[in-house]
């Protein structure tokens, strides 16, 4: 132990993104300064977002998460020749002692135990898995997947055959990454149980979420939301068996325990630095931590949101990798500081694109922000050209002052350029008229001439003026929404050919549908009820929208139309 | 014409983009308006900048670029019947009595003439090919490609088997997109003249610019830069020859012109409108011109730079597409205004996405901004994502205050997300510190944990401490920076497997190489000599980065690298 010394000027905890990138960008800061990383693995700066993909086979060998794009291992002696600090791996700081500036540390190889003095310290411990609220049997079968061990063990298990059938228990974002691993990837038969109503609740509203479940179910994956798990034992055979509320028992070969996780913050209770009420360790602007000689970054952290200004618990590499330049600048005496958070994430699931900034429908009234919303079904190119695809985007904005407050993202289109947009409105606390105001690259082969997001803004603008966008639901849905929908006139615009090959079937006993083609209405007014609820029905909104104001115009007063269309609804209900 | 009337509220000229727009945004705020919209020619709001996509065959039939998504031609009767206001094709305004309020339209179909009145006139009259500054022989088989006339033509030639070789005079933005298409889908003989000595000049610098002409090389495109067209006349039979100012002759069986276009303000100078200096009509932020009265949107009018605060002549689809809007809101008494522009521009060429947006180094010289520049090669997914492609980026900011002003992309990788977010960067004044502040929607199958803007911005703030990134070049461009050439020594950081994949071939007398890997390079550093003009050379940049702020802290004085490595520099050599 020799070479570790008895001090640095920086002491790091953690190696996987916040803490290696603290000390990458420390060195270039203050090349004089010596710098060492105490890492309680024995991997270091592995690519944990990338574990799902590794799961999945798409990546070859694990190694390819933790070596450099030249080639070589991210390991303690590369830090140390390359980087040009000192790493040490199966190290564990056991305690820190902020009166005399020093950390414990534990070598989990041969058990030594040694003091170490910082002058400042750096936390990045990052999150651990969430305990299970049932019981669970004691095997190997059963596991969380928040380690490069677990994402090693599944896919052994895997490649020998062992898994024919595999549970995945909660379906937030890992959760459903691992389902398109297990599925998709591998072919396995997939169960995912959630015990709230939908599928990832933290990214999507209810109706938005409905869409990647019914893609799950398209994948032959087994979807159980409002299903919450009792136990997990196994039997004489080695059958692990998931007990569920219903009453119902799987049995499966392996089951993938994605139940979210928490910031480790042992350390930080243990020598008494103040946490936040989200668990995590509270920090200033510059990552400091209530000890001005402790700074801390990535998953241990809370982040401000900026839009409802709350703490937030929101564990991302990306925000890890950032909060490490920014603790490094700021030890290194620079005006660097961290600016909050949107919550900006996407994922993919099988065909579908999924993404999320800001605050959804069902965050922004738990912030208690009155809130409206539009939703629209886009191509992402010109119709005419050949690799348009389509996506439902869902914008939610304030009812008073027409502030930008958040916007989902499903389909096959390209989310993420509409995402990262967004991202930044939102960090301006910009409106929907600066949406509208947006300028984006456009040529066929990548954009339409007006952005999703100019659409948007207009139908938001639309709907302050008065004109009603319901959210898209299935019919039946959509008919329960009116107090007596055995009078609603679905009224359905699109031609002939569309509702052929597309019919809208009105729920049993929730009224009648008419239809009349956009391009005839004008002349064909006189068939309608001017005092029904008319619910307008078109392909993918923009007819419905022109009809809602032709029928405005000639006196109409109950008119109604879904945001997306008979499209949007058919990726809600599966059809 | 007992139709058309005497007078309207809002008389609209031009029925592609801005003018269809207007109409349609209008009868929404206006419903009582009597709106009449006159267009010259006989095919309306057909999508022009789908156009070298239809003659390339990827899109069947012209109909495409004019239907609605539900397959309904956009003809007048659907204006009438589905949008609510009359429209007129085969009607040339042929002049405006601003004192009478009328304007004077002749029908092409029969020379009837008629006077009408108006309210507000709309001018969105677009923009006309530039003259050839060259004698052009009498036939149709030299043409401009800016109407759909010109694509239908080429492509019937083309179906008919009677183009063999095509010359492509101009290699702007829809030059390069007829390139793709006579070669990459027809498989043409094409070749591209361009006078300037690089493609693309108001979208790219010249480094950047060699990348297309390389990737169009590649794809057989025979590409002369620095080459004027004299004259180009027909043989006897019929071969049409394209007599260049080196004297050679190139025979072909169809050029077409693409020398750009300027603003048809035709209608606007004979009833004494004003003109801005860019020959374009001035607009106010509302889109008025100097006639209270009379509003104009579109290629015909001039855009304010925001990052310049020029006015420019921006002639984009997009752009005119958002005109519309303001110039209907603006009528219906709304407070709404156009905020400017910062030129955001993509297009695909081949295998290559190409974008710009703001201001190239070129474009900030030209306008006497102090800038600085940095470029990197960036992968848009993480190494080991089976599908992430490589981009080479240059940001250009100010040297003064750090304000970003412009960003260029050329590659495979997701660009447009990119452009897209620096424009919002750029409208809003922002700096290399907001930069590195962006939030972006990570994961895998997306993106890196820090976004190639992130490692833009950091690039830029470790040049203003002092790291010294250079512009790729050529290896010969690269030594011909230095004055004494042949003392360069050239230090490969590369593992010896790239550099034996890729190796680094030292230009003759200029200089000599060293091949020491970034891992060793710690141990061996007393091999270097410390006052030598050292070069690094790694794969993208990163190592480079590092081992400049190795060799700077050993007390190297001279040291230099090349931004985006040797894939940049392949890149632009071709290699």
Same mark, same amino acid.
């Given at each position: 132990?020799?070479?570790?010394?008895?001090?640095?000027?920086?002491?790091?905890?953690?190696?996987?993104?916040?803490?290696?990138?603290?000390?990458?960008?420390?060195?270039?800061?203050?090349?004089?300064?010596?710098?060492?990383? @105490?890492?309680?693995?024995?991997?270091?700066?592995?690519?944990?977002?990338?574990?799902?993909?590794?799961?999945?086979? !798409?990546?070859?060998?694990?190694?390819?998460?933790?070596?450099?794009?030249?080639?070589?291992?991210?390991?303690?002696?590369? $830090?140390?020749?390359?980087?040009? $600090?000192?790493?040490?791996?199966?190290?564990?700081?056991?305690?820190?002692?902020?009166?005399?500036?020093?950390?414990?540390?534990? =070598?989990?190889?041969?058990? !030594?135990? +040694?003091?170490?003095?910082?002058?400042?310290?750096?936390?990045?411990?990052?999150?651990?898995?969430?305990?299970?609220?049932?019981?669970?049997?004691?095997?190997?079968?059963?596991?969380?997947?928040?380690?490069p061990d677990d994402a090693i063990r599944f896919r052994k298990l895997v490649e020998k055959g062992k898994v024919g059938r595999v549970v995945i228990v909660g379906g937030g974002f890992i959760g459903c990454e691992l389902v398109e691993a297990a599925a998709g990837l591998w072919g396995l038969e997939t169960v995912l149980i959630e015990k709230e109503d939908q599928v990832l609740p933290l990214l999507l509203d209810p109706e938005m979420a409905r869409m990647a479940e019914t893609e799950m179910k398209r994948q032959s994956v087994q979807v159980h939301t409002s299903t919450a798990v009792q136990k997990i034992d196994e039997d004489d055979s080695g059958t692990v068996l998931v007990h569920l509320d219903d009453g119902r028992t799987v049995e499966t070969d392996y089951v993938a325990l994605c139940?979210?996780?928490?910031?480790?913050?042992?350390?930080?209770?243990?020598?008494?630095?103040?946490?936040?009420?989200?668990?995590?360790?509270?920090?200033?602007?510059?990552?400091?931590?209530?000890?001005?000689?402790?700074?801390?970054?990535?998953?241990?952290? !809370?982040?401000?949101?900026?839009?409802?200004?709350?703490?937030? +618990?929101?564990?991302?590499?990306?925000?890890?990798?950032?909060?490490?330049?920014?603790?490094?600048?700021?030890?290194?005496?620079?005006?660097?500081? @961290?600016?909050?958070?949107?919550?900006?994430?996407? =994922?993919?699931? @099988?065909?579908?694109?999924?993404?999320?900034?800001?605050?959804?429908?069902?965050?922004?009234?738990?912030?208690?922000?009155?809130?409206?919303?539009?939703?629209?079904?886009? =191509?992402?190119?010109?119709?005419?050209?050949? !690799?348009?695809?389509?996506?439902?985007?869902?914008?939610?904005?304030?009812?008073?002052? =027409?502030?930008?407050?958040?916007?989902?993202?499903?389909?096959a289109g390209d989310i993420c350029r509409r995402i990262d947009v967004f991202s930044m409105f939102l960090r301006h606390g910009a409106t929907v008229s600066d949406l509208i105001d947006h300028e984006h690259g456009y040529a066929p082969p990548y954009a339409e001439a007006l952005d999703p997001l100019h659409h948007l803004a207009a139908m938001a603008q639309a709907q302050a003026r008065g004109t009603n966008f319901m959210t898209p639901g299935t019919p039946d849905e959509i008919a329960s929404r009116f107090s007596t929908p055995s009078d609603i006139v679905w009224l359905d615009v699109r031609e002939t050919e569309e509702a052929t090959a597309a019919p809208w079937t009105v729920p049993d006993g929730h009224g009648k549908t008419m239809s009349i083609s956009l391009n005839d209405l004008r002349d064909r007014l006189e068939e309608l009820d001017r005092s029904a609820n008319v619910v307008i029905i078109c392909r993918r909104g923009p007819r419905s929208y022109q009809t809602a104001l032709i029928l405005a115009q000639a006196g109409f007063e109950n008119v109604h139309f879904i945001g997306g269309g008979t499209t949007a609804v058919g990726k809600i209900a599966g059809y």
């Amino acid at each position: 132990m020799d070479n570790i010394g008895d001090r640095s000027d920086v002491v790091i905890v953690g190696g996987v993104a916040c803490g290696p990138k603290t000390g990458v960008t420390l060195v270039r800061r203050l090349p004089q300064a010596k710098i060492t990383l @105490f890492q309680r693995e024995s991997m270091l700066s592995y690519g944990t977002c990338g574990m799902p993909y590794y799961a999945a086979g !798409e990546i070859q060998s694990f190694d390819e998460l933790t070596i450099t794009p030249y080639g070589v291992p991210r390991s303690a002696d590369f $830090f140390k020749r390359t980087k040009g $600090f000192d790493v040490f791996t199966d190290a564990e700081v056991t305690s820190v002692n902020r009166a005399q500036k020093t950390v414990t540390v534990r =070598m989990l190889t041969n058990g !030594e135990t +040694f003091e170490h003095g910082y002058d400042k310290l750096v936390l990045a411990t990052g999150a651990i898995p969430n305990d299970a609220p049932f019981e669970v049997a004691s095997t190997d079968r059963v596991r969380p997947f928040t380690r490069p061990d677990d994402a090693i063990r599944f896919r052994k298990l895997v490649e020998k055959g062992k898994v024919g059938r595999v549970v995945i228990v909660g379906g937030g974002f890992i959760g459903c990454e691992l389902v398109e691993a297990a599925a998709g990837l591998w072919g396995l038969e997939t169960v995912l149980i959630e015990k709230e109503d939908q599928v990832l609740p933290l990214l999507l509203d209810p109706e938005m979420a409905r869409m990647a479940e019914t893609e799950m179910k398209r994948q032959s994956v087994q979807v159980h939301t409002s299903t919450a798990v009792q136990k997990i034992d196994e039997d004489d055979s080695g059958t692990v068996l998931v007990h569920l509320d219903d009453g119902r028992t799987v049995e499966t070969d392996y089951v993938a325990l994605c139940l979210g996780v928490h910031p480790e913050v042992t350390l930080a209770r243990q020598c008494d630095l103040k946490l936040g009420d989200t668990g995590c360790l509270e920090v200033d602007n510059h990552m400091r931590t209530s000890d001005p000689d402790i700074y801390a970054g990535g998953d241990c952290v !809370e982040s401000q949101h900026l839009v409802t200004g709350r703490k937030i +618990f929101l564990p991302m590499g990306s925000l890890a990798n950032r909060h490490g330049r920014v603790i490094a600048e700021s030890i290194a005496g620079y005006e660097t500081t @961290f600016p909050g958070v949107v919550g900006a994430c996407v =994922m993919k699931l @099988f065909d579908l694109n999924i993404g999320s900034v800001g605050l959804s429908e069902t965050a922004a009234a738990e912030a208690g922000v009155e809130a409206q919303v539009v939703t629209g079904v886009f =191509m992402d190119k010109p119709d005419y050209y050949p !690799e348009a695809a389509s996506m439902v985007l869902k914008m939610v904005y304030a009812v008073d002052d =027409m502030r930008l407050l958040g916007l989902q993202a499903v389909g096959a289109g390209d989310i993420c350029r509409r995402i990262d947009v967004f991202s930044m409105f939102l960090r301006h606390g910009a409106t929907v008229s600066d949406l509208i105001d947006h300028e984006h690259g456009y040529a066929p082969p990548y954009a339409e001439a007006l952005d999703p997001l100019h659409h948007l803004a207009a139908m938001a603008q639309a709907q302050a003026r008065g004109t009603n966008f319901m959210t898209p639901g299935t019919p039946d849905e959509i008919a329960s929404r009116f107090s007596t929908p055995s009078d609603i006139v679905w009224l359905d615009v699109r031609e002939t050919e569309e509702a052929t090959a597309a019919p809208w079937t009105v729920p049993d006993g929730h009224g009648k549908t008419m239809s009349i083609s956009l391009n005839d209405l004008r002349d064909r007014l006189e068939e309608l009820d001017r005092s029904a609820n008319v619910v307008i029905i078109c392909r993918r909104g923009p007819r419905s929208y022109q009809t809602a104001l032709i029928l405005a115009q000639a006196g109409f007063e109950n008119v109604h139309f879904i945001g997306g269309g008979t499209t949007a609804v058919g990726k809600i209900a599966g059809y």
